[in-house]
């Protein structure tokens, strides 16, 4: 998981962070004062800042502990200096085939079929498929911004990025 240390935002700015599909929780001072302690939903007394994610923080109630070391969380995930590298999205995908179309055929770890409209010269250009179906029509562009991870097996991840 990618996160971003920030300073504190507003229930306002946090849902404008939701609506671009990240998360935001609050980050608390510990008592004595010199550190970051914990990550949790929301904070009033000592609140020091706010930690936007890629990926949602699953934080479970233990004995009224409704929170998120912070230390522990950092050692395990990586930090980012800009919030456009939380919203960089990759998709890995693998050669499947060619349809009749002679369009090149990928497919991803989910399973999802997408065609390179481009026919397999120049840059590579995805849509899904009609009913995710080797010999389906073009359907949905994949959006530009979504970066692309080409292997020749999803288990050893050999990329050839786009």
């Known amino acids: 998981m990618k ?6 935002k507003s229930e306002r700015e946090k849902r404008e962070i939701r ?3 990240l ?3 609050d980050l608390r001072l510990s008592d004595d004062g010199d550190k970051i302690a914990t990550i949790e939903t ?4 000592n ?5 936007i994610t890629n990926e949602q ?3 479970v109630d233990k004995i009224n502990q409704n929170y998120v070391d912070y230390e522990s969380f950092i050692v395990n995930n990586e930090q980012v200096d800009k919030i456009e590298e939380l919203l960089e999205k990759v998709l890995t995908i693998k050669q499947i085939g060619v349809d009749n179309w002679d369009r ?3 497919k991803d770890e ?6 390179d409209v481009n026919l397999g010269t120049g840059e590579i250009s995805l849509c899904t498929s009609v009913n995710n179906d080797f010999y389906g029509e073009p359907y949905v562009p994949i959006r530009p911004e979504v970066k692309l991870n080409i292997v020749d097996d999803f288990k050893k991840s050999k990329s050839k990025e786009r």
């Not at 996160?3 to 504190?8: E, N, P, R, V």
């Not at 989910?110 to 065609?115: E, F, I, R």
């Open 3 to 8: 996160f971003l240390i920030t300073d504190s």
């Open 57 to 59: 923080i699953i934080i």
């Open 19 to 21: 609506s671009r599909g």
């Open 104 to 106: 090149p055929i990928y």
């Open 110 to 115: 989910k399973g999802t079929v997408y065609k």
């Open 47 to 51: 609140n020091v800042g706010s930690i």
């Open 42 to 45: 929301s904070v009033t007394v």
């Open 23 to 25: 998360y935001c929780y």
